[in-house]
C-alpha cells in the first residue's frame, strides 16, 4: 500500500494555511516565520519605510522566497527519524534538523 505525506504550513500570525517562510534579522538575531501571501505582505508593507532609510551591510541578496515544499519537508522528516534526529510530525521542521539534511545530501 502506498503513502502519501502531505506537509501543511501553518500562518504564525492568523493560524490558516502559510504559503512561504520570511526569514529576517534584527539586533543581531535571525528569524523565520511561516506566513500566508497576505500576511507576508503585510510585513514587508510595515518594514518597507525602515528598510528603505536603512544601509545594507551584507552583499548577498536572496533569489527568492522560500515556498513551502511539502515533498522536501516529507523526505527530511523520513531521512531525519531514519537517521534518530526528533522531528515533529506536522509543522515546523528545526534548522538544525534541515542543515544536517541538507550536510548528508551533499
Given at each position: ?7 501543511v ?31 507576508a ?9 525602515w ?56
Amino acid at each position: 500500500m502506498a503513502r502519501k505525506v502531505q506537509v501543511v504550513l501553518t500562518d504564525d500570525v492568523d493560524g490558516g494555511e502559510a504559503s512561504e517562510t520570511v526569514n529576517f534579522a534584527l539586533d543581531g538575531v535571525t528569524y523565520e516565520i511561516d506566513l500566508s501571501d497576505e500576511n507576508a505582505a503585510k510585513l514587508r508593507d510595515q518594514l518597507a519605510y525602515w528598510v528603505g532609510n536603512a544601509r545594507r551591510v551584507s552583499g548577498r541578496r536572496t533569489t527568492g522566497r522560500r515556498r513551502s515544499g511539502g515533498s522536501d519537508a516529507a523526505k527530511i522528516r523520513e531521512w531525519a527519524q531514519a537517521n534518530g534526529h526528533q522531528v515533529p510530525p506536522r509543522g515546523r521542521i528545526p534548522n538544525e534538523v534541515r542543515q544536517a539534511y541538507e550536510a548528508a545530501k551533499h
